[in-house]
């Protein structure tokens, strides 16, 4: 008995150090100048959905993986002077990783993932402890 659970702590131990890292990363967020139409001021317009937003709503950025949302950013002109204007704050995925030049990590395949909501519908990495990750069109590696 004692011979099997020493047995089972050794596979164990040793499928701790063979399995690589789960590379799951936070939504990637950016402003952006919000599409407008004359008609609706004070609203976002959606090219994806080809429908305006209040400020504080949000949507689906599909055919693509990602979210949007209608914000108002205050900030200051050339004199100092506050300043509002419609932004979109875009949620995706982010820079993707460099399969071809990134050795040690496989994209993790889910059955249906571009019909998941964001971010469910982003590309998940399996990368061997260590790895050097470069993105694509990244300059600088970065290490996991």
Known sequence: MNRSIALCFSALFV???VSGVVIKREPFKRL???DRLRDFPGMCF???QCKVFAVDDSWSLA???GRASCRIVETK???GEDKKFLAEQVEDCGPLIDLEATTGCELLTVEDQ???EFPDCCP???C???TEIIYVNATTPATR
């Open 15 to 17: 499928a701790s150090f």
């Open 32 to 34: 952006i100048p919000a």
């Open 46 to 48: 959606a090219s994806t």
């Open 63 to 65: 055919p693509f993986c």
């Open 77 to 79: 002109d050339k004199e």
């Open 114 to 116: 571009a019909e998941l």
């Open 124 to 126: 998940q990495y399996d």
């Open 128 to 130: 061997a402890e260590g």
